[in-house]
C-alpha cells in the first residue's frame, strides 16, 4: 500500500507569497492528483500529472517520478486561495477500480 | 455539469441506530467511493464500488456496509452507529473506461456529510 508524505502541516502566508507544498509516496506510480477543499468540505480536482509540470493559472504542479516527489506551487498568492491541499496517489500500482490513498492535507491561510 | 449529491450535509444520529448515507451521481459513471474524512488522518477508503452490484473493502470496512442497486447510487450503511464513526463522509464517482488505467482518472466528490453520532 501506498503512503503519502505532505508537507508542511499548516502554512499561513501574506497575500502576494509563493507558496510551495510538498507530497513523497513511497511505492512507484505513474500519476499523481492534487485536490483542492475549501471550507465547508466540497472537494475538487486540480491536477493530475505523471509526469513534468502542469500548469491552470496561477498553480504550477510539477512532479518527478525517480525520486516520488511532487509539488504543488502558488503565485500571487489571494486570500480565496486559502484551502485544504490534499496529494494523492493509487492505492495499489498498476490498473483496476481500486481507490487512490490520500496524504493528510496541507491547510493553507492567505491573510490580506 | 458533472454533479455527485448527498442525500444529507448535516446528520445526527443516537448510538445503536442504523444510519443510511445516500450518495446520487448523474455522470453514468461506473466506479464510486465511499470516504470518511478525519482531522490528523485524512481521508480514507471505506468501500467502492467497481459497477453496479459489486463492492470491495477499502482500508476501514469494519462497521460498514454498503448497497449498489442502480448504477447512479451507491449507499453507505452503518448497522448500528457508534461515537468512533461521528465523521465527515465523502462520496465520490469516476469513469473506469476513460483511459487505460482507471487509478489515474479524475474523481468527482459529492459536497460530504457531516454524521455526529451521540
Known amino acids: 500500500k501506498n503512503e503519502v508524505e505532505q508537507s508542511p502541516q499548516n502554512l499561513t502566508a501574506q497575500e502576494g507569497e509563493f507558496i510551495t507544498i510538498n507530497c513523497s509516496y513511497s511505492v512507484g506510480i505513474s500519476a499523481l492528483h492534487w485536490l483542492q477543499q475549501h471550507p465547508g468540505g466540497g472537494i475538487v480536482s486540480l491536477f493530475m500529472l505523471s509526469s513534468g509540470k502542469k500548469k491552470h493559472g496561477r498553480l504550477i504542479a510539477t512532479i518527478n517520478i525517480q525520486e516520488k516527489h511532487s509539488s504543488l506551487h502558488i503565485t500571487a498568492s489571494h486570500p480565496r486561495d486559502s484551502a485544504v491541499y490534499i496529494c494523492a496517489v493509487p492505492s495499489k500500482s498498476g490498473g483496476g477500480a481500486d481507490g487512490l490513498t490520500f496524504g493528510k492535507g496541507t491547510h493553507l491561510i492567505i491573510q490580506p | 455539469d458533472v454533479k455527485v449529491t448527498q442525500s444529507s450535509r448535516y446528520l445526527v444520529k443516537r448510538t445503536g441506530e442504523k444510519v443510511f448515507l445516500e450518495c446520487v451521481q448523474d455522470?453514468?459513471?461506473?466506479?464510486m467511493f465511499w470516504y470518511r474524512q478525519d482531522p490528523g488522518l485524512g481521508l480514507r477508503l471505506i468501500y467502492f464500488s467497481y459497477d453496479v452490484k459489486m463492492k470491495e473493502k477499502g482500508d476501514i470496512p469494519e462497521g460498514y456496509s454498503v448497497s449498489r442497486e442502480k448504477k447512479e447510487r451507491f449507499s453507505l450503511i452503518l448497522e448500528s452507529a457508534s461515537t468512533n464513526q461521528t465523521s465527515m463522509y465523502l462520496c465520490?464517482?469516476?469513469?473506469?473506461?476513460?483511459?487505460?488505467?482507471?487509478?489515474?482518472?479524475?474523481?468527482?466528490f459529492g459536497p460530504g456529510t457531516r454524521l455526529t453520532v451521540l
Open positions: 465520490a464517482s469516476r469513469n473506469h473506461k476513460l483511459a487505460g488505467e482507471s487509478s489515474y482518472n479524475e474523481q468527482f
Open positions: 455522470m453514468d459513471h461506473e466506479n
